[in-house]
């Protein structure tokens, strides 16, 4: 597999749900981020966890990270129809700050 | 909040056509990059440029590729001689300096290639 695997491909959820991504990596990182992408638009930022951290919250988002395992999850609390969008993970390495992403999980908040 | 803006949003050129893509980075940033995410594909890395220079590029960014930033807001992305297989989303981050920092993301140009 490649550095930055998704799983599930697709999620979909009743509103109100909790939805849990995850992400795979293969090589060691500086810092893994978590990006939104609606359809046809851009990447948006929404978490950076460091590589010494293991868990990082940002309203409802909780993200951790094991780096023994070297994957981390991306957990939506009280999903809502707005959060319908692909998520991704991209991770950097240190002194090499490309980002290398994921393939994604297409997530669909049924209303 | 401050944002990446790219232009023109859709861009069609005809194969061998040379196109420029534009870029307005966040204004206190130092580190700028393209990428492209090809339909359905990964989001792929093609060239990072620090203090006026590439800093390090993909494979995918050969020599029919340049980057340039003319004055001190627009990051260009040019392709001189385009081919079918250019037809993606390209999009413009730039990043704050420290090594802590997210790339922020632009919405893209869709670039269609006939």
């Known amino acids: ?111 | 909040e401050p944002e990446v803006t790219q232009t023109p949003s859709h861009q069609v050129t005809q194969m061998g056509q040379e196109v420029i893509l534009r870029c307005v980075p966040i204004s206190n940033h130092l580190y700028f990059y393209w990428y492209r995410q090809i339909l359905g594909q990964k989001v792929e890395f093609l060239v990072s440029f620090y203090n006026n220079e590439i800093s390090e590029k993909s494979e995918i960014f050969d020599d029919q590729f340049s980057v340039e930033r003319p004055d001190g807001s627009n990051f260009t992305l040019k392709i001189r001689s385009t081919k079918l297989e250019d037809s993606a989303m390209y999009f413009c981050a730039s990043m704050d300096q420290g090594s802590r920092q997210p790339q922020h993301f632009g919405d893209g140009t869709r670039l269609s290639i006939l």
Not at chain 1, 6 to 30: H, V, W
Not at chain 1, 49 to 73: A, F
């Open chain 1, 1 to 111: 597999s490649q550095q930055g695997e998704e799983d599930p491909q697709a999620l979909s959820i009743q509103e109100g749900e909790n939805a849990t991504m995850n992400c795979s990596y293969k090589t060691s990182i500086n810092n893994l981020q978590w990006y939104r992408q609606n359809s046809g638009r851009g990447l948006v930022h929404l978490i950076l966890i460091r590589s010494n951290e293991r868990e990082k919250h940002s309203g409802r988002l909780r993200v951790t990270l094991d780096t023994s395992k070297k994957s981390s999850s991306l957990l939506i609390t009280a999903s809502r129809a707005a959060d319908t969008a692909s998520y991704f993970c991209a991770t950097d390495a240190i002194g090499n700050e490309k980002l290398t992403f994921g393939t994604g999980t297409r997530l669909t908040i049924i209303p």
